[in-house]
């Protein structure tokens, strides 16, 4: 039986783990050094908490080649970003062009506003591996389509959208992108693919710590607040100032989570983004090419490439999935996810709702032997089906 005596994590597409020792070092000097409202105060924590914030936001702006941080709201995660592009953007008869590969966190939303306020949405279809065709796109705007929203990358698939491609046909729609999957993975620049508005998480690919997220703004888009509240700026003021970020962030923030979280990011920094990349699609392909040896299990999703997210997504004949992820995590000490991953469209799409699939989601802390450890207890829990 495969060796379980270190556990095996292979659950980053929840969250990442572990994150890199820099995020809990640069946390516990928050917390022990200063105190943290920044912007409330002129005194020397108060200011010191604001430098925290200010360069995180400018680690982020960067990331995502915005050229103007004030354009970089922090949230809680990328399901409150995507809440407030999302109830900010569109008003009643407003068409939302979609995909069938959208989390809840999307789907959840939009389903909420096309009963309550007339949105009427149209789901671009998949095919089985969860990609869309870009040129679906043209073929659905119309003049009252305000939104084009795409998972950039399959949290159950791995299918990765081609924003280029879909920029460039976003025509007089704005392009929201939920960015959870892919950021601190794979390029993404606002610029460069036309995002109006790009939500991220903090801590999966960019190694924050939970409770950390956010959205960029494209210049010149005003999108209305959907919580209100004290910011520290324009006091005088009864009314929510109207001032980027602030408009965005009313409530203390969370100091010690954004400074984890830009330590996160000086972690990809000095890594290279494409190191982490090619070290995940190592890992994915070293596991597709061993489950496509497994009789009995069927993997859904695009072939090995450089393109595909490291989410792996499959089903064991005669084995249920929440059967499959009970016995790694007993038998073996391999933590995966069973079910639907938030995402029932996306099963839809694929083809396996209700029951979902076993998800295993590599990360850069993962090796080589932790996925053919992965594939022999696979491999032995098929053999005794
Ligand atoms: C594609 C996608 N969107 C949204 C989310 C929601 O992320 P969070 O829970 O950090 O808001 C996830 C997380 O699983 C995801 O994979």
Same mark, same amino acid.
């Given at each position: 039986m495969p060796d379980s005596s270190s556990p095996i994590y292979l659950d980053n597409a929840a969250t990442s783990f572990p994150k890199p020792p820099e995020v809990g070092a640069a946390m516990h000097r928050l917390i022990q050094e200063i105190s943290l409202s920044p912007g409330r105060s002129a005194h020397r924590f108060s200011l010191a908490a604001s430098r925290v914030i200010f360069e995180a936001r400018e680690l982020v702006a960067d990331f995502f080649g915005c050229p103007d941080s004030s354009r970089v709201v922090f949230t809680s995660n990328v399901t409150e970003a995507l809440n407030v592009g999302i109830f900010g953007l569109l008003q009643p008869g407003d068409q939302v062009l979609t995909t069938g590969m959208e989390h809840n966190s999307v789907m959840r939303p939009l389903r909420y506003l096309e009963k309550t306020r007339g949105i009427s949405l149209t789901i671009l279809p998949t095919d089985p591996s969860g990609n869309i065709d870009p040129d679906d796109i043209p073929r659905q705007l119309n003049a009252k389509t305000r939104l084009i929203i795409i *998972?950039? &990358? !399959? *949290? &159950? %698939? =791995?299918a990765m959208a081609d924003l280029g491609a879909i920029g460039a046909r976003k025509g007089g729609a704005l392009l929201l992108v939920d960015a959870a999957q892919s950021a601190g993975v794979f390029p993404l620049d606002m610029e460069a693919f036309g995002i109006d508005f790009l939500a991220f998480t903090g801590h999966k690919g960019l190694f924050g710590p939970t409770g950390t997220g956010g959205f960029l703004l494209r210049q010149g888009l005003v999108v209305p607040p959907l919580t209100m509240g004290g910011t520290g700026s324009n006091s005088e003021l009864e009314e929510q100032p109207q001032l980027m970020p602030d408009c965005h962030e009313a409530g203390t923030p969370n100091t010690v989570g954004i400074g984890g979280l830009a330590a996160g990011l000086e972690y990809i920094k000095k890594t290279g983004r494409d190191t982490i990349r090619r070290h995940e699609a190592r890992l994915t392909r070293i596991l597709l090419e061993g489950l496509s040896q497994i009789q009995g299990v069927t993997v859904y999703g @695009? @072939? @090995? !490439?450089? %393109?595909? =997210?490291?989410a792996v997504s499959l089903t064991m004949d005669g084995k249920s999935v929440a059967d499959l992820a009970f016995l790694l995590d007993r038998n073996y000490g391999i933590m995966a996810r069973a079910g639907l991953h938030c995402a029932p469209a996306a099963h839809r799409s694929i083809g396996t709702f209700p029951q979902g699939t076993l998800r295993l989601s590599p990360g850069f802390f993962n090796t080589e032997g932790d996925i053919r450890t992965v594939l022999a207890a696979l491999d032995q829990i098929n053999a005794t089906r």
């Open positions: *998972n950039h &990358v !399959s *949290n &159950v %698939t =791995g @695009p @072939p @090995p !490439s450089d %393109t595909r =997210g490291a």
